[in-house]
């Protein structure tokens, strides 16, 4: 019988072999390339996660929020001092200065704030520069141990899906372009800030709420606040809470409580934190009906009008995302140039969202209707700008996103919109649009939030 001989070849990095004859193969195999410094690897991993310990996202909105707030500060003081000025009488100048001496004890501590803050960050800044330099050195000479290039084309794939995501927002037309015979407001482009972000003077007893100023204010009132928390199971609110500046707001000074009831909850109190201010008086939604109330919040009255009888109320179509639901969000009031609407759902629609103009008469009356074909579930937040109606949804906890229209004027809804807001805290559970100043004034988690509206 001849003898059978078998020659196995082995790639590089093995070195082969040693054969044998017979019924029996023995291959020796050797690694020709050095050992993978795993020890190195984990020394990166370790590093960078130290590295992202340290340098959160709430630290790197430290510096925006201390600037915009002494920006916002400075402003209200020199608006302060010239009131000063002009004020007649030693009570009323003794209280205004007494405020203004707060401001400038508030100014000087964030001040301090910004200096130990900005002094934080030159030293962060100078660490993670070398961090990140040795940690790049690291993985160059890491990816050298990379023989099948798994790395290359995992970046091939990434920049592929980078491309494709470019053109697909290319692929998506702009925003509805508001005609300048209505507001004289371009397209809506972008959404910028925080421009103000604070918590309240109950710190953060109460993560649901609203607040803002009046949208037609009376002569003289242009300038104050109002906030509403709701301090029953985060559903029920029983008065409003009022503050002559937004320096007096944030710094809690001087508030003025005006009661809807005595008790907390009961007929006509709040229910839900979708709430406005429109010419002194506060438009919610009634506590367990599917009524819209006006309270005057000077004669304390309130009249009420009645939804169709089939209208979500009690939590039925509430707004939400992923499963989790805004408690008691069933109606939704908004304001934009031309006065009050209130967003909200029927049966009969099949729980999709309504536009119904409030008529803000005493009592108040239900104006034009719409309908749409949005879910109200699938949305978080809605607000109007120049009698187009604007939904967001939840993207992830730091982003929240615009992606739906409906223009009342040419009925015409869209569902491709991609306009970002980042978001300082996780949930937003108020959102309205000021068209005095263009902002959007925001509740989120107890923060107290504004956000600019960019048009081109």
């Known amino acids: 019988m001849s003898q059978s001989y078998i020659l196995i070849l082995i790639v590089i990095p093995f070195s082969f072999f040693q054969l044998t004859t017979g019924k029996e193969c023995v291959c020796d ?40 707030g002494l920006q916002q500060r400075i402003k209200q003081l020199e608006d302060n001092v010239v009131k000063l000025e002009k004020e007649n009488g030693n009570l009323y100048a003794a209280v205004s200065l007494r405020i203004i001496e707060l401001e400038f004890a508030e100014i000087q501590n964030l001040l301090n704030k910004l200096n130990r803050t900005t002094n934080d960050y030159h030293h962060l800044n100078a660490q993670a520069a070398t961090q990140l330099e040795d940690m790049k050195y690291t993985m160059v000479d890491l990816e050298k141990f990379d023989k099948m290039q798994v790395i290359k084309k995992n970046r091939e794939k990434e920049s592929k899906k980078l491309e494709q995501c470019k053109d697909e927002l290319k692929a998506s037309s702009p925003p509805p372009t508001v005609s300048p015979g209505r507001c004289g407001l371009g397209q809506m482009v972008s959404v910028a800030g925080p421009r103000t972000s604070s918590l309240t003077a109950y710190s953060t007893s109460y993560s649901y709420g609203a607040w803002g100023r009046d949208v037609k204010p009376a002569r003289g009132d242009e300038n104050k606040y109002w906030l509403v928390v709701l301090s029953n199971s985060n559903v029920y609110g029983h008065f409003v809470r009022q503050y002559g500046t937004l320096s007096t707001l944030l710094l809690g000074i001087g508030p003025k409580d005006t009661y809807i009831s005595g008790s907390n909850p009961t007929t006509n109190t709040i229910q839900g934190s979708n709430m406005v201010v429109y010419a002194n008086a506060l438009y919610y939604n009634c506590y367990n009906t599917y009524s819209v109330c006006q309270f005057n919040m000077t004669t304390r009255a309130v009249s009420t009008v009645a939804l169709p009888s089939d209208t979500g109320y009690n939590n039925k179509f509430p707004f939400a995302h992923l499963g989790t639901t805004y408690s008691y969000t069933d109606m939704d009031f908004t304001t934009d140039e031309s006065g009050v609407y209130v967003i909200y759902a029927t049966t009969s629609n099949f729980g999709n969202v309504i536009i119904t103009k ?99």
């Not at 340290?54 to 630290?59: C, D, F, G, H, V």
């Not at 937003?428 to 504004?450: F, G, H, K, M, V």
Request: aromatic residues 12%.
């Open 358 to 456: 409030v008529e803000t008469s005493n009592p108040p009356v239900l104006g034009q209707t719409w309908t749409t074909s949005l879910h109200k579930k699938t949305a978080t937040n809605t607000f109007m700008v120049c009698g187009v109606l604007y939904a967001t949804r939840y993207l992830d906890k730091e982003t929240e996103q615009i992606f739906y229209s409906y223009d009342t004027e040419t009925k015409k809804e869209r569902y491709d919109l991609k306009i970002n807001i980042k978001k300082m805290k996780t949930n937003i559970e108020y959102l309205n649009y000021d068209p005095r100043d263009r902002l959007l004034y925001i509740y989120s988690d107890a923060y107290i939030l504004t956000y600019e509206l960019v048009f081109q």
């Open 29 to 68: 195999l050797k690694n020709v390339d050095p050992l993978f410094p795993k020890d190195e690897l984990r020394n990166v991993e370790t590093t960078a996660l130290k590295c992202i310990r340290s340098i959160t996202l709430e630290k790197m909105t430290d510096l925006d929020r201390l600037v915009l």
